[in-house]
């Protein structure tokens, strides 16, 4: 055996210690780590003949690249749309590596952990409260679980019109509809090769909404003249967190033929409070549906699922079907990953989501989301409050949408929320909306109190007043 292979492995104790012992230190601290770097690296690109072994390897990284480290799953990380996670998720996580499981199977092939992958989208289906009728697994992130949900999206609009696309190749002439898609969804339909161009977009709703103008759509269902077509809609769009109406897509759904998709990967968690429910009311009958697990259910990167109603098990095999691999014997007898989703290996990715859903229960998860609904109104009240800045949606549940007030500050948004950033005790990201450059806070951080808040504000109005 190699020396420094047979060094480590005697030592795999120590290491594994000495790693344990930082992450403690990281995360105890990570409240007052700083949110951005201006740190960067040397470049060291020449491989060494001999290695160092693990022990030295750690303090090279702890030289060179730990500096980077933000404290993005820290409390006041507002950007984009980034979660943290739970203690007992990042156990889940460290077991999904020492246990190195290929999760494929549910039975009959060495490794039968895809039944753990199962139980866990049980208990998912569980804490959102939807019907167990669908059939679910685990990919990378919401992009990939929009992509999953449309490949199989797609081969049903092709089995209307009599191809098979996944044999045969795509087809002209796809119909998809969408009001406010996610940028991931329309990469997807790239991907797919649909044409992230190629949709029919529906009006939104008067009054400053997000939300597809139901009346709108059944008006271009009507001039499709019966031709099938895939919905794409929304349950928590990215600015200002509107949800499309599910209830009359419900009723839609039973006059016309379409697949509905519903891409909900961080609103999809109002179903944990009994005072949000209602905004997802409906989603139930959605074919498929996209829940990003790294962002509201506090997992680490990278987590999400797809949930795909049942009945369609046979369009996603067909879509999926790893097919010249007879050694993998029948997909639909010996319940086999590789032909439900894109990845063929793949590690135990349900772990630390199955470990924070048993260690925190249906109310931990309820906590953690109306926690951070409260952390957005906190904020969304300030904002709304003070004269430096405006609020420019009302702030519907975990994110809080503004700018600078006044048209002649426009040109300074970006520089303000530079200024913000670069103290590193915050972070926010830059967006558009309605044709104002703007700023967005999205709370989904299961550490974020109210006295985060109450920092942040303070250090908005010093640099307002330096504006
Ligand atoms: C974040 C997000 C995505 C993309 O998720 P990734 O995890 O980055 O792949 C898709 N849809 C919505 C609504 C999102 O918020």
Not at 203 to 216: F, H, I, P, S, Y
Not at 269 to 286: D, M, Q, T
Not at 328 to 333: I, M, T
Not at 344 to 359: D, G, Q, T, V
Request: with cysteine.
């Amino acid at each position: 055996m190699n020396t420094n292979l047979k060094k480590d492995a005697a030592n795999l104790a120590t290491i594994l210690k000495k790693v344990s012992e930082q992450g403690a230190e990281y995360l105890d601290g990570i409240a007052e780590r700083p949110t951005s770097t201006t740190a960067t690296i040397q470049k060291e690109h020449t491989l060494s003949e001999q290695g160092i072994g693990t022990l030295a390897t750690l303090e090279n990284f702890n030289e060179r690249f730990e500096p980077l480290m933000v404290a993005s799953s820290g409390p006041k990380y507002w950007g984009f749309v980034t979660g943290g996670s739970t203690p007992a998720a990042i156990a889940g996580d460290w077991l999904t590596t020492i246990y190195d499981q290929n999760t494929q199977a549910e039975k009959g092939s060495g490794d039968n952990s895809a039944q753990i992958e199962l139980e866990t989208i049980q208990l998912l289906l569980d804490l959102f409260d939807l019907p167990k009728d669908y059939l679910g697994g685990f990919v990378t992130g919401a992009t990939l679980s929009n992509f999953t949900s449309l490949a199989v999206a797609r081969q049903w609009l092709g089995k209307q019109k009599g191809y098979d696309i996944a044999k045969e190749g795509s087809i002209a002439g796809l119909k998809f509809l969408t009001a406010t898609p996610h940028s991931s969804a329309l990469k997807s339909m790239a991907m797919l090769g649909v044409g992230s161009n190629n949709f029919t977009k529906i009006r939104v709703l008067e009054g400053n909404r997000e939300a597809m103008d139901t009346k709108d759509l059944e008006q271009k269902i009507i001039a499709l003249n019966g031709e099938p077509f895939v919905l794409i809609s929304s349950g928590g769009t990215v600015n200002t967190v509107d949800f499309d109406d599910f209830q009359a897509i419900s009723e839609l759904k039973k006059q016309y033929s379409f697949w509905w998709h519903i891409d909900a990967a961080f609103g999809g968690f109002a179903a944990c409070s009994p005072i949000y429910r209602h905004l997802v009311k409906g989603w139930e009958n959605a074919d498929s549906i996209t829940i990003d697990c790294h962002k509201w259910l506090n997992v680490p990167y990278e987590s999400a699922v797809y949930f795909i109603k049942d009945q369609h098990r046979n369009l996603q095999v067909e879509t999926f079907q790893n097919s010249n691999a007879p050694y993998l014997g029948d997909p639909l007898e010996n319940f086999t990953y590789l032909n439900f989703l894109p990845e063929n290996s793949r590690r135990l990715k349900a772990l630390p989501a199955w470990f924070s859903l048993k260690a925190y229960g249906k109310k931990g998860y309820r906590d953690i989301v109306e926690n951070n609904i409260e952390n957005a109104k906190q904020f969304g009240d300030y904002i709304d409050k003070d004269s430096a800045f405006e609020l420019l949606a009302q702030v519907r549940l975990n994110t809080v949408c503004f700018t600078l007030e006044g048209a002649e500050n426009q040109e300074k948004v970006i520089l303000f929320l530079k200024s913000l950033n670069d103290t590193g005790k915050v972070f926010m990201t830059p967006t558009v909306y309605n044709g104002k450059k703007a700023i967005r806070a999205a709370f989904v951080n299961w550490r974020t109190n109210s006295t985060d808040i109450n920092d942040v504000t303070q250090l908005m109005k010093g640099l307002a007043d330096k504006l």
